[in-house]
């Protein structure tokens, strides 16, 4: 018996039936829907999860920030490898059961379709545009008359069917991101502490040292309490730096002593002599991390938290990234564009958690939050709140997105709703009207006075809990951001770096509060953020056994006042580390003082300084109607039904817009809110005409409607 390639009206195009008397016999169900399936299978593994999982098996930190563990990795590469062919296959399958000739019509447009696909992220190496989509075009008719017309071609399609095997089987056992699957095997270090004593690590994340220290080198106690008083009782390291923008690379380099390893990721399998393998050999692991991985599944066996996004928003991902490579830019930036990489997106980390804010609002006790911070503080804080104990004998290890964008929320404990963009943010860029960085630094001080509430809740709970006494306290971050007109913001694209962008990124705070310490010290020695390991270990009396580049901040310090630092370049595999610049010191901290944050909030004393910002903020706080100074101006309010408030302080609309006339573009106007003047800030351009953006205190906004105007200043 011969097979020939003629087909029956009722066969897919790949349908090889038997000659001579079978001849006319229609194939079985199984092989006519199997010979279907396996042909969109293989060409959907070619155009769309070989792309996929070869990037995402390069970027295992996508899957650290999205908190995705073995079983969510696992569900998304035989999702992507499977959901696709098996939804093309089943929309044709349906049309089959209508008719025969449009189920091989279909059939081919599908296959059509995936070559298509695969032509454009083969093609966008060599041109863009128009000659790409032509390219792809007449590859995509190609492909398709050799699946419809050659049995040679449909034959190599069946063996090829096992590509998408071999794809999964690659990403999910040979890839960078195979560790996170199969689990890290990293030895433990056999290490003796000399002084055991409880460690408390809080690693914040994008605070600059400017944002709480004043112009003196103090840190500023009226705005920020418990920082202070952290402060009075520890030693403050306020000359320490970071060495990368990166926060994959500022948190490895914290953990593990050593400068940042370029295509290093922040994993565990990556980095396997840190302080979690330093003191797991004795230690209790109370863990709980923020785009890494570091401490090694073997010790750190904790749920992850409330905030776990998994593989549903890692699909959302995936259809980013093809929508990226299938642009006809050519640009390999595409990419990158299109891929919700765990640097530039910690936003939707922010958001997961503050839906569990809101969830534990809903379900708490209805006390006033403004009063009561641990309602709706973010659910890792709690988690390190809860875990507190008297042991002497455990690391409590908290890496935090706070103060970290979006800037969400008030001094009060409420939240605003952040803008989609920040005002004024090109990339990773500030554009060149200097409103837009000064109302981000303004945002940022307020998140940081929320933080400080919740550090005023750790000092009252290792009190009640008898641990502060005895307990190694760190306090560090793992890089600032700047707030430049015209500079960037991070720096994590590539741009050079330059003071006083510096002063604020790479400066950053460490507040170390030794077991059995009473009296605050204040030093101004060389500190690297690679200095914070070698000093627990200087505090706890341990060895490291492995070959660091820090030195304890404790001991002799630092020969010299090189303070190298990395940029970093997002792409399309995760991020670059660049290498390292050399900073300043003296013109560093020169940057730090001017910009400290008596100089931004300079408006009075009091916690009012929060909204006195700019060349008129004495008018803040003032009645309209007693100023004679201030004429109202016609404007609209943006989304005026959210200033009908509830009886719900825990929602406000402190963020303000108002759209002006375009002849008012930089003129200082007043925004008052029931009669008393919240903010001052110039009209800012939009695409045909201005508005004013500001931020207004939450005690001025009461239950029911508001009633917001614009005003402008006589004269």
């Known amino acids: 018996m011969t097979l020939v390639a003629d087909r029956g009206p009722d066969e897919p195009s790949s349908g090889l039936r038997p000659s001579g008397s079978e001849a006319t016999e229609a194939p079985s169900w199984w092989r006519r829907e199997g010979a279907a399936f396996v042909e969109i299978f293989a060409l959907s593994g070619f155009a769309v999860a070989q792309p996929v999982l070869d990037l995402f098996g390069r970027t295992p930190s996508q899957f650290v920030f999205r908190n995705a563990e073995a079983a969510d990795i696992v569900r998304f590469a035989l999702l992507v490898a499977g959901a696709v062919p098996l939804a093309l296959w089943l929309v044709e399958a349906t049309v089959g059961l209508v008719s025969g000739i449009a189920r091989r019509v279909v059939h081919l447009a599908i296959a059509a379709v995936l070559v298509w696909v695969f032509a454009v992220q083969a093609g966008r190496s060599l041109v863009s545009g128009w000659p790409l989509m032509a390219l792809a075009v007449v590859g995509a008719v190609l492909g398709t008359v050799l699946v419809a017309r050659a049995a040679a071609a449909r034959l190599w399609l069946r063996f090829a069917s096992v590509a998408p095997v071999a794809f999964v089987a690659l990403f999910l056992f040979a890839s960078d991101t195979a560790p996170l699957v199969a689990g890290d095997d990293v030895e433990v270090a056999r290490t003796a502490v000399g002084s055991p004593a409880p460690v408390v690590m809080l690693v914040l994340d994008e605070l600059p040292l400017t944002a709480i220290m004043r112009s003196d080198g103090t840190v500023d106690d009226e705005l920020y309490p418990n920082l202070a008083e952290l402060a009075a009782g520890s030693t403050f390291f306020r000359n320490t730096t970071a060495v990368s923008s990166s926060t994959g690379y500022a948190v490895s380099s914290i953990a593990t002593g050593t400068m940042p390893r370029d295509g290093a990721a922040p994993l565990a399998s990556d980095h396997p002599e840190s302080l979690f393998t330093l003191l797991g050999d004795t230690y209790a692991m109370k863990v709980t991390e923020s785009t890494t991985r570091l401490c090694p599944t073997d010790l750190c066996e904790v749920d992850a938290p409330p905030a776990t996004v998994g593989s549903g928003s890692l699909l959302g991902d995936a259809v980013d990234v093809m929508r990226a490579r299938l642009s006809l830019s050519g640009d390999a930036g595409d990419v990158t564009a299109g891929f919700v990489e765990a640097e530039a997106d910690a936003e939707a980390e922010a958001e997961a958690e503050a839906d569990v804010d809101a969830e534990a609002d809903a379900a708490g006790s209805g006390e006033d939050v403004f009063a009561d911070f641990h309602i709706n503080q973010p659910s890792r804080f709690r988690q390190l709140l809860d875990g507190l104990e008297d042991d002497s004998a455990t690391l409590h290890y908290l890496h935090i997105l706070l103060p970290h964008v979006p800037y969400r929320y008030l001094p009060s404990g409420a939240r605003y709703e952040p803008p989609a963009a920040d005002s004024g943010r090109i990339e990773d860029d500030w554009a060149e009207e200097e409103w837009f960085p000064t109302l981000a630094r303004q945002r940022l001080q307020l998140q940081v006075a929320y933080l400080d509430g919740l550090v005023g809740e750790l000092l009252a709970t290792l009190r009640e809990r008898d641990l502060y006494d005895e307990a190694l306290v760190v306090l560090t971050a793992d890089h600032g951001i700047s707030f430049h007109a015209g500079r960037p913001i991070r720096g994590i694209e590539g741009q050079p770096l330059t003071e006083p962008t510096l002063g604020e990124l790479a400066w950053v705070p460490l507040l170390v509060k030794e077991p059995g310490q009473r009296d605050g010290r204040v030093s101004d020695a060389n500190v690297l953020t690679v200095d914070v390991l070698p000093t627990i270990a200087d505090v706890l009396d341990v060895d490291i056994p492995w070959e660091i580049d820090g030195t304890s901040a404790l001991g002799a310090g630092r020969d010299d006042e090189a303070k190298p630092f990395h940029g970093a370049d997002v792409h399309a595999f995760g991020v670059a580390s660049l290498d390292p610049i050399s900073i300043d010191p003296e013109t560093g901290r020169e940057s730090v003082a001017d910009a400290a944050v008596d100089r931004f909030l300079d408006g009075g004393s009091g ?44 929602r406000v609309p402190a963020l303000v817009r108002l759209g002006v006339a375009a002849d008012l573009v930089g003129e200082q106007l007043a925004v008052a809110v029931n009669g008393v003047v919240g903010a001052v800030a110039p009209a800012v351009p939009t695409d045909g005409g201005a508005e004013v953006v500001v931020m207004v205190d939450d005690a001025l906004l009461r239950t029911g409607p508001n009633d917001v105007t614009v005003h402008r200043l006589a004269g």
């Open 607 to 650: 916690a009012g300084r929060f909204w006195r910002i700019g060349p008129h903020a004495d008018l803040v706080g003032t009645d309209v109607g007693a100023d004679a100074d201030l004429r109202p101006v016609e404007a609209t309010l943006r989304d005026p039904s959210r200033y009908d408030l509830a009886d719900d302080p825990t």
